[in-house]
Nanobody
Framework: QVQLVESGGGLVQPGGSLRLSCAAS????????IGWFRQVPGKEREGVSCIGGQHINTDYADSTKGRFTISRNNAKNTVFLQMNNLKPEDTAVYYC???????????????????WGQGTQVTVSS
């Protein structure tokens, strides 16, 4: 059974950093794309970053390029999202998601993902 568990959220001041983790189980981790998404109340869930199988390809939303870095540790079945220079507009619930298809590509559309974690709250405020 596929499980995705996010952790690492919290309260941080503007300009600060957080590292989110997505621990995965129940599938062959190495060959699937993992995406990070975020959602605030009243708005649609939006793609933040993604990483393809075998860590060959990554993609970022324009709003996070240069500040966020996605990586994966296949030995630990974990994907990380390092978030630096956080801004108040980054405040949201962050979710990781799994594309059950095999491949090295990834996409930032929620339609491309089949399994979701429960989310972790990130709040950027002074």
């Amino acid at each position: 059974q596929v499980q995705l568990v996010e952790s690492g959220g919290g309260l941080v001041q503007p300009g600060g950093s957080l590292r989110l983790s997505c621990a995965a189980s129940g599938f062959t981790f190495d060959y699937h794309a993992i995406g990070w998404f975020r959602q605030v109340p009243g708005k649609e869930r939006e793609g933040v970053s993604c990483i393809g199988g075998q860590h060959i390809n990554t993609d970022y939303a324009d709003s996070t390029k240069g500040r966020f870095t996605i990586s994966r540790n296949n030995a630990k079945n974990t994907v990380f999202l390092q978030m630096n220079n956080l801004k108040p507009e980054d405040t949201a619930v962050y979710y990781c998601a799994l594309d059950r298809g095999y491949g090295t590509a990834c996409q930032l559309s929620i339609a491309g993902y089949d399994y979701w974690g429960q989310g972790t709250q990130v709040t950027v405020s002074s």
